[in-house]
């Protein structure tokens, strides 16, 4: 549960310091590896069940994935040098 929360806080944090463009590329590899250990631990703690458990445990894994794309995204469209 932990990591999980670790996962989340990283891509909320991203939200916060976009425009601190070494954040995006330190923050958003660190919240991926904090959700796929969050998964590994929720599979381990879980064994044999069903496929809402899975989907609930890559709930951080899917949230990291996708915030870090969408924020380089939103930077490159919003940086005016």
């Not at 609930?56 to 380089?72: E, G, H, K, R, S």
């Amino acid at each position: 549960m932990a990591m999980a929360l670790l996962s989340l806080l990283c891509s909320f944090f991203l939200f916060l310091t976009w425009w601190l463009i070494v954040p995006i590329f330190v923050l958003g590899p660190l919240s991926i590896y904090f959700a796929f250990k969050s998964y590994k631990q929720a599979m381990a703690h879980f064994p044999g069940r069903g496929i809402g458990v899975h989907l609930l445990a890559l709930t951080p894994m899917f949230t990291a994935i996708a915030t870090f794309p969408l924020m380089v995204i939103f930077f490159n469209g919003q940086y005016q040098a």
